[in-house]
């Protein structure tokens, strides 16, 4: 699939990630609408319309989807790059926040999917971009990874019942920590000209599942890992504050 002239909608453009995918979607010549809660941070061109939108609010994700059609007639491909990422708060009781996170993370992508294919009839391409950690229970991600895995079952499951009229690509980031906006960007446009069920942002990232697969007892080793790491950061944390609260003294 080439992109000349191509339709495209992507979500939080001023991101890391958008932020680096935009400048590959324009030279290759596509039309893009950007929904964005700062779209005064991204650049203007030619072939770029931007509206202000915010992305963890399902009846404003509604909105950029008319505003695309009314502006560009048709949507080809449509890229869910909006999510909220939390990490090491799954003990904090904020009734708020945890609204905001599966607004962002699983309300508002379901309700753009739903919306999406109601409204146009076949050839639509939805990508959405999530992290590698849905899959296996990581101690100091436990919201995030929640609200992510509740939007992979819907859309695994969704796939298979709305039938070939629509493509649906995931392309799985690596950990917050460990993903490179420049390398997802360059994944996520491989999976826009040449669509495929999943894509990994790093190679090692499908290794791993299949070691997971046929070995699942290193899961308990990975959660081990990440516990400790968790625990030596709080450590940190409050070594730090100590420290501050000592020298204010």
Do not use: C
């Amino acid at each position: 699939m080439k992109l000349s002239s191509k339709k495209i909608v992507l979500s939080s453009g001023s991101s890391p990630l958008g932020k680096e995918l935009l400048p590959l979607l324009l030279t290759e010549g596509a039309l893009v609408v950007v929904g964005d809660s700062n779209p005064e941070e991204i650049p203007n061109h030619p072939n770029l319309q931007k509206y202000k939108i915010d992305t963890t609010k399902p009846e404003q994700m509604e909105r950029l989807i008319e505003s695309a059609i009314e502006t560009l007639d048709k949507i080809d491909v449509f890229i869910l790059n909006s999510e909220q990422i939390t990490y090491a708060e799954d003990e904090k009781e904020d009734w708020n926040r945890l609204k905001v996170l599966f607004n962002a993370n699983t309300l508002a992508p379901i309700h753009t999917i739903q919306r999406l294919t109601n409204l146009i009839s076949v050839g639509l391409h939805i990508v959405v971009v999530s992290s590698d950690l849905s899959k296996t229970p990581t101690p100091g991600f436990g919201l995030y990874g929640s609200s992510k895995s509740a939007l992979d079952y819907f859309w695994d499951s969704f796939r298979g019942q709305i039938g070939r009229e629509f493509r649906f690509s995931r392309v799985i980031a690596l950990e917050p920590k460990l993903s490179l906006p420049n390398r997802l960007a360059k994944r996520v446009l491989k999976s826009v000209i040449r669509p495929k069920k999943r894509r990994y942002e790093h190679f090692y990232q499908l290794g791993n599942r299949v070691l997971l697969k046929f070995l699942p007892f290193l899961s308990f080793f990975r959660t081990l890992a990440y516990a400790f790491r968790l625990k030596q950061e709080k450590k940190r944390k409050i070594s730090s504050n100590d420290l501050s609260q000592t020298t204010e003294n």
